[in-house]
């Protein structure tokens, strides 16, 4: 089976991260978005890989160059960026007829029976019910777990279950075809191609589609979605780093300490992911993620992003305080 991953957004939601990262690059967990993707996917036996680049399409490939050498994989340029149905229409070239797919969108982390989902037979889509539903693609299905109907970002909700960016699609044939009769014919929902205006042309011509329900997902947009993500991961991660070079340093798990990274004087977590090669000196951080090569000195950290080769350094004072004596440093 051969999945289309595509990473072409630009972002903007976690801005300033993404002026200079793609956002399936942005650290969570010990590991970028895009890893947890690639691992699980690979773990369930998924062998190649579409990759539909855009914005900062360089550093994905140069990522995946130098963390997934070995991996079967292509790239395909989206440019104008004119929606997902057109992402996974530039990776038709590159499946077989009527191979069998999984798409899954780059910013999404998912609690997942992978293995399941990609052996079951015909179309599947994950779906999660959601509070709010109205800035997602929605799946309408019955009793039997037929869906019937999808669409995107409804002004009048109809279903509250999101579909949450896993497809496995069976016909793959179908899709790409009906994706290229919008695609030539124009026709755009609120000004792009929709995945699910691709998927529904299939539905109305009879293929059948199944609801497959998803037990976590992260839509990884938002900051404080990406750092409740963090958190969630870092109970996955093994604690049993060697602390023997961190200096006046106590560690309260769950966390994630890079490689090389420097910490003295510090007191680390709960839930706080450390970059590789990180120096932290005289410092608290705690629920947040600090990227590869960051610096920081004389800071309280909480609920922060802090990205690579960052300098962040706070005021330090000394104090010689007597008595009924009260002052306000805030």
């Known amino acids: 089976m051969k999945a289309i991953i595509p990473v072409a957004g630009a972002g903007t939601r976690l801005r300033p991260h993404t002026y200079t990262h793609p956002k399936a690059l942005i650290p969570v967990g010990g590991k970028t978005i895009l890893a947890h993707i690639l691992d699980s996917l690979q773990e369930s036996g998924v062998t190649d890989f579409v990759f539909v680049v855009g914005y900062l399409g360089e550093k994905i490939k140069d990522y995946i160059t130098k963390h ?23 990776a038709k070239p590159f499946i077989a007829n009527n191979e069998e797919i999984i798409i899954v969108l780059g910013d999404t982390v998912l609690e997942v029976n992978w293995k399941e989902i990609i052996s079951l037979p015909g179309n599947h889509l994950a779906i999660k019910k959601v509070e709010d539903p109205r800035g997602f693609g929605l799946a309408e299905f019955n009793e039997n777990q037929e869906i019937f109907r999808v669409v995107e970002k409804p002004n009048i909700p109809k279903s509250n279950y999101a579909l949450v960016g896993l497809y496995k699609i069976s016909n793959s044939k179908m899709l ?4 290229e009769n ?19 042309c299939m539905i109305e011509q009879g293929e059948k589609f199944h609801a497959y329900r998803v ?4 839509d990884c947009g938002k900051k404080e979605v990406l750092l409740e993500t963090n958190c969630l991961l ?11 070079s961190f200096k006046n340093t106590v560690i309260i798990p769950p966390v994630f300490i890079g490689a090389n990274a420097e910490l003295t004087n510090a007191v680390i977590g709960p839930n706080a992911s450390i970059g590789e090669g990180a120096v932290i000196r005289n410092a608290v951080i705690s629920h947040s993620i600090i990227g590869e090569f960051a610096k920081l000195q004389d800071v309280v950290l909480h609920e922060s992003i802090i990205g690579s080769d960052a300098l962040v350094k706070g005021n330090r004072q000394s104090l010689n305080i007597g008595d009924n004596t009260e002052i306000d440093l805030s």
Not at 182 to 200: M, P, R, V, W, Y
Not at 235 to 240: F, N, R, S, W, Y
Request: contains cysteine; aromatic residues 14%; glycine residues 6%.
């Open 176 to 179: 790409f075809d009906c994706l």
């Open 234 to 244: 870092l109970k996955k991660v093994p604690q049993d780093f060697d602390t023997s």
């Open 215 to 218: 037990n976590n997902w992260f």
């Open 68 to 90: 997934y050498p070995h991996l079967p994989c292509s790239f395909v340029e989206q440019s104008n960026r004119a929606g997902l149905g057109e992402a996974i229409y530039l």
């Open 182 to 200: 919008n695609i030539k014919s124009n026709a755009k929902t609120q000004g792009e191609f929709h995945l699910t205006d691709g998927i529904q």
